[in-house]
T-cell receptor, first 112, second 110 residues
Framework: DVKVTQSSRYLVKRTGEKVFLECVQD?????MFWYRQDPGLGLRLIYF???????EKGDIPEGYSVSREKKERFSLILESASTNQTSMYLC???????????FGSGTRLTVV | RKEVEQDPGPFNVPEGATVAFNCTYS??????FFWYRQDCRKEPKLLMS???SGNEDGRFTAQLNRASQYISLLIRDSKLSDSATYLC???????????FGSGTQLTVLP
């Protein structure tokens, strides 16, 4: 089974801090994604990457950046955390074919 | 108009009931369709893919209607453990990313 691991389940950060969310997948997948999920808004795509050092903006990239230096690792960076970035962050790897995504267990980030 | 729309519910049904969810999508070029299940405070997990001819997995049946651009999920003989949010997911054309509906909440009552 594909495994997607997010480094933290819960994080509390202060406004203005630089925050790194890490995601690692173990199946050599090219495509990886970062979403945030908020009540009533569903999952919204922040950024995705289809290869090492390649990235594309999703629907809500403002305030975020990403890094993909190695195929297995896709990092989401909040350059200067703000309270409106308090959310559940989900990383996914594209399994392809009839299998869709595999998600990591999520990071619940609170910015105070 | 949202690209993928679902009735948010909540659906509250007794154990043993049959319940159906519908989902409509806006892009006729959509290629792949899925239902995901998400438990409270957990990540979404693939429940089943949806094939053009319809498919069944135990108590769950998924249907696709390309002409009307909707997919459906039928759950028979509901169990308490079926309580969750069900997400309709669509892949539009050649895009690598999936687009999610906002989910339908189901609670199965004893």
């Amino acid at each position: 089974d594909v495994k997607v691991t997010q480094s933290s389940r819960y994080l509390v950060k202060r406004t203005g801090e630089k925050v790194f969310l890490e995601c690692v997948q173990d199946m050599d997948h090219e495509n990886m994604f970062w979403y945030r999920q908020d009540p009533g808004l569903g999952l919204r795509l922040i950024y995705f990457s289809y290869d090492v050092k390649m990235k594309e903006k999703g629907d809500i990239p403002e305030g975020y950046s990403v890094s993909r230096e190695k195929k297995e690792r896709f990092s989401l960076i909040l350059e200067s955390a703000s309270t409106n970035q308090t959310s559940m962050y989900l990383c996914a790897s594209l399994t392809g074919g009839p299998y869709g995504y595999t998600f990591g267990s999520g990071t619940r980030l609170t910015v105070v | 108009r949202k690209e993928v729309e679902q009735d948010p519910g909540p659906f509250n049904v007794p154990e043993g009931a049959t319940v159906a969810f519908n989902c409509t999508y806006s892009n006729s070029a959509s290629q792949s369709f899925f239902w995901y299940r998400q438990d409270c405070r957990k990540e979404p997990k693939l429940l089943m893919s949806v094939y053009s001819s319809g498919n069944e997995d135990g108590r769950f049946t998924a249907q696709l209607n390309r002409a009307s651009q909707y997919i459906s999920l039928l759950i028979r003989d509901s169990k308490l453990s079926d309580s969750a949010t069900y997400l309709c997911v669509v892949n539009f054309g050649s895009a690598r990313q999936l687009t999610f509906g906002s989910g339908t909440q189901l609670t199965v009552l004893p």
